[in-house]
């Protein structure tokens, strides 16, 4: 009801014959498509309709969403959400100044009729290959959905705008952490290789621990919009079609989360494997760290932040809410980017 509210008056018909979708049911049809997977053929059986008015209700609400985009994926750079954000990250392994997670995860999609072969990742199928950093809620602060999936992760964030955010005045602001696909700099936290102290090794637990967080969010993403998820088949679109997919999804993923409404089997998931697995990691950190007694710590002994030097690093932000959705566009980076605008 929420979306239809929204929509309203973008996807009101503009005629008044009967046949005519009304906003409730092209929303319904955009909802089922996203959910169920790559095929509409479905969707055409469920709502008697024809595939072109399915396809057309897809792309209106769709195009309509995306630009609302903003509204819904940004990263926060108040002192009470950063304060927030890092306090929670904080108490899953102790891991301090965490302001958000990063990772890259393959969307499959169909052969594109221009340079495949740019499309095919080390797993073998065709993808985009989508760039992701969530909060402690699993809320996504930023998507970059334009590159190819035999694009490496680290490339991928350097042509993002995460660096522009966390460097320059906003250097000492906070930091994210991710896996061993990305270089260690003044601003991300990444495993060190050959750990061999005591105190290098609990850093790559307690960074390991913190960063289920974004597998947990990449888990609930593509379980409840399943069009991106490889297991509900290839979406039989153009990249540049699949790249604003992926931006509305990770919208209305945010917006599920903002207003608190899980479904039923993502609670059960929590509770079940994912969760179990998250918990059992975190575990294994704190007790790795307890063993080697408080005096070895790496990370000290029971974390509190200094408040005034929060705000201080804070302040240095502006302290404002920046949007943070990269998209297509007319680029000039490389050859290894999609070329077309969305």
């Known amino acids: 009801m929420e979306l239809c509210n929204l929509l309203q008056a973008e996807l009101e018909p503009q005629t008044q014959v009967r046949t005519a979708l009304s906003v409730a049911s092209k929303v319904t049809i955009t909802l089922n498509f996203y959910a169920t997977g790559s095929f509409q053929a479905a969707t055409v059986d469920m709502c008697n309709i024809s595939q072109f008015a399915d396809y057309t209700s897809i792309q209106e609400v769709t195009d309509a969403l995306y630009r609302r985009r903003a509204d819904y994926i940004s990263f926060p750079m108040t002192t009470d959400k950063q304060l927030e954000c890092q306090t929670t990250f904080l108490h899953v392994a102790r891991f301090p100044w965490v302001q958000g997670v990063i990772d890259c995860t393959q969307v499959s999609l169909r052969a594109p009729q221009q340079t495949p072969e740019q499309f095919k990742n080390g797993k073998g199928f065709l993808s985009l ?32 705008s995460v660096p522009g955010l966390l460097t320059g005045p906003n250097e000492h602001c906070c930091w994210l952490l991710g896996d061993k696909g990305y270089a260690l700099s003044t601003w991300l936290m990444a495993p060190l290789r050959n750990p061999r102290t005591a105190a290098q090794l609990g850093y790559n637990e307690s960074l390991t621990a913190t960063r289920t967080i974004i597998e947990l969010t990449i888990g609930i993403l593509k379980q409840r919009f399943h069009c991106l998820d490889h297991s509900g088949g290839v979406l039989q679109y153009s990249p ?21 409404q899980p479904l039923e089997d993502e609670a059960a998931q929590l509770r079940s494997g994912r969760s179990w697995l998250r918990a059992a ?62």
């Open 281 to 342: 990691v975190i575990l294994r950190a704190h007790i790795r760290i307890w063993l080697r007694g408080a005096s070895t710590t790496p990370l000290g002994q029971h974390h509190t932040f200094p408040t005034k030097l929060l705000e201080h690093r804070t302040a240095r932000c502006g302290g404002t809410v920046r949007p943070l959705v990269d998209y297509g566009g007319p680029s000039h980076i490389g050859s290894n980017q999609i070329l077309h605008s969305l």
């Open 240 to 260: 540049e079609h699949v790249s604003i997919f992926v931006v509305v999804c990770c919208m209305l993923h945010n917006l599920v989360i903002m207003r608190a």
């Open 129 to 160: 290959n989508v760039q992701l950093v969530c909060d402690h809620s699993c809320k996504i602060m930023q998507v970059d959905a334009r590159f190819p999936g035999s694009s490496h992760d680290s490339f991928i964030l350097c042509q993002s």
